[in-house]
């Protein structure tokens, strides 16, 4: 399966990205590749850089220097804002609004349908709470109303940053099953996450450290190649064997 | 730009308040109240058949800026502009959208203000009141499109508030409520004549008074529309999709 899919031009090509958040220099020159139709993983401590590559990749961030081609086009291209979905790590909702009328007001902006919004509630289990404000609702429901609105109109692209933080296992669960359903349809899927154990539902992994890639591989792969039990021993062998690791410098801040 | 997406947006700003029934009670009201407050200090004396047709023009002003403001940069903190503007919305369709939901609720307050100070208070309309409120409601959307150009500047609720002060006192304090206008030194009489609220109270005390022909009210008007395009170009420019 892996085989055909990685033939397809890969979802997204950043190649030597440079860009600060703020004033603080968080990416150095990173490269890395996103194929078509799987869940990547983008693992990492807090402040390593995932935010502002995700806004990177989404075209909502100023870059210093590279290219980031997104379904073979130069990220933030005007005809790439309906085909890519993007999920903010604070859930990004209007909270004196409905569940659903933010969602209805999301579909319009976008063109999506009305049946498209009723999909979107199912697949985030949100419908005992469609009529309810978004501001009246926990934070793991307010988060997945910021998902379903990314999932309205089936972009080709989703990039979601740590979108399952503060939910619950079941939920949680439910949710990477969405994932992987999604991919199987042909949707790419970009899923920060800093918990480690998720990492072993992805079907590729990009671990990330002080703005850069340490490991690109499948979760099986980096276990053998770094002959750990886990990804959290796989990524503090990688760390201690990374050259430029030195836990002092480039502190990049929570970005 | 897009007419559904602008309306979706107006739409979705205006189904906001609805749900905040308080903030349109003091929306509606509080221009009011205080009309009948300046009509109270001075009603043993001709003055407010004077400075009234001016509280007309300055309330909603001010009342529109803080909410249009607060409510824009209130979007920007909470990530949802950022949103947005990853979406296929356009700048002029945000921008537009926010100006239409507030325009209606700017065309609600004036007229609310403006019977109350006519058929309440009693002030004294010799001109067309329907001109007045024409006036009255061209002053209320100024003050929503400077209010979106001032909220791109500000970063915090804080921030926002000072430019209330900055942007608005001045025009109040050389618009002619305090001292005529041809009595100011001819700097600052020069330097009114290009502030917009100088011009919406000149064509509010000439309707009142009826004192000057449909042709100088219009010519204020368009200067007051021109401003309020100007802000509203300036303001969608200063958005931006890509931030640091």
């Known amino acids: 399966m892996t085989l055909m899919v990685h033939r397809s031009a890969p979802a997204v090509v950043v190649r030597d990205l440079h860009a600060r958040r703020g004033k603080q220099p968080v990416l150095h020159g990173l490269s890395l590749t996103v194929p078509r139709g799987l869940v990547v993983g983008l693992i990492g401590p807090s402040g390593c850089g995932k935010t502002t590559l995700m806004r990177s990749i989404v075209g909502v961030q100023v870059v210093q220097s590279g290219a980031v081609t997104v379904l073979g086009r130069a990220a933030g291209t005007a005809s790439l804002r309906g085909r890519v979905g993007y999920v903010t790590q604070d859930a990004s909702v209007y909270d004196d609004l409905t569940v659903r009328q933010n969602l209805q007001y999301f579909a319009a902006v976008l063109g999506a349908s009305r049946d498209d919004i009723d999909r979107v509630i199912d697949a985030t289990d949100l419908a005992p709470n469609a009529g309810q404000l978004a501001g009246s609702l926990s934070g793991g429901q307010r988060s997945r109303v910021s998902l379903a609105g990314a999932l309205l109109g089936s972009p080709e692209l989703l990039v979601l940053d740590e979108p399952t933080v503060g939910l619950d296992p079941v939920l949680r669960v439910e949710l990477w099953a969405l994932f992987h359903r999604l991919a199987d349809s042909g949707t790419s899927l970009l899923v920060s996450s800093h918990v480690m154990d998720e990492a072993s539902r992805c079907d590729r992994l990009l671990l990330m450290r002080q703005g850069e890639v340490l490991a690109d591989d499948t979760p099986d792969g980096l276990l053998s190649a770094t002959g750990t039990p886990d990804v959290e021993a796989a990524f503090l062998a990688l760390i201690s064997a990374h050259p430029s690791s030195d836990p002092a410098g480039r502190e990049a801040g929570d970005s | ?244």
């Open chain 2, 1 to 244: 730009m897009n007419p559904r997406r602008t309306l979706a947006t107006a739409g979705r700003v205006l189904t906001q308040i609805r749900h905040d029934p308080r903030t349109i009670v003091l929306l509606l009201v509080v221009p009011s109240l205080l009309i009948g407050l300046v009509a109270w200090i001075f009603s043993d004396t001709p003055v407010f058949d004077t400075v009234g047709p001016a509280m007309i023009a300055l309330f909603p002003f001010i009342v529109m800026f803080l909410v249009t403001s607060i409510t824009t940069l209130r979007e920007r903190r909470t990530g949802t502009l950022e949103r947005l503007l990853s979406m296929p919305l356009g700048k002029g369709d945000f921008i537009l959208g926010y100006t239409l939901a507030f325009g209606l609720l700017a065309v609600l307050q004036s007229a609310a203000a403006v019977g109350y100070a006519v058929w309440v208070c009693g002030l004294t309309i010799t001109g067309s009141i329907w001109l007045l409120l024409a006036v009255a409601v061209a002053d209320a959307v100024l003050g929503t499109a400077l209010g979106l150009l001032a909220s791109a500047f500000a970063r915090t609720e804080f921030q926002v508030v000072q430019f209330m002060p900055a942007l608005v006192f001045p025009q109040i304090l050389l618009g002619g409520i305090f001292l005529p206008r041809d009595q100011l030194p001819d700097a600052l009489r020069a330097f009114s004549d290009w502030l917009p609220l100088s011009h919406a109270i000149d064509a509010l005390q000439a309707v009142a008074s009826d004192s000057q022909d449909a042709a100088y009210v219009g010519g204020k008007l368009l200067i007051i529309g021109a401003w309020i395009v100007g802000a509203v170009v300036l303001g969608s420019i200063t958005l931006r999709r890509r931030t640091p």
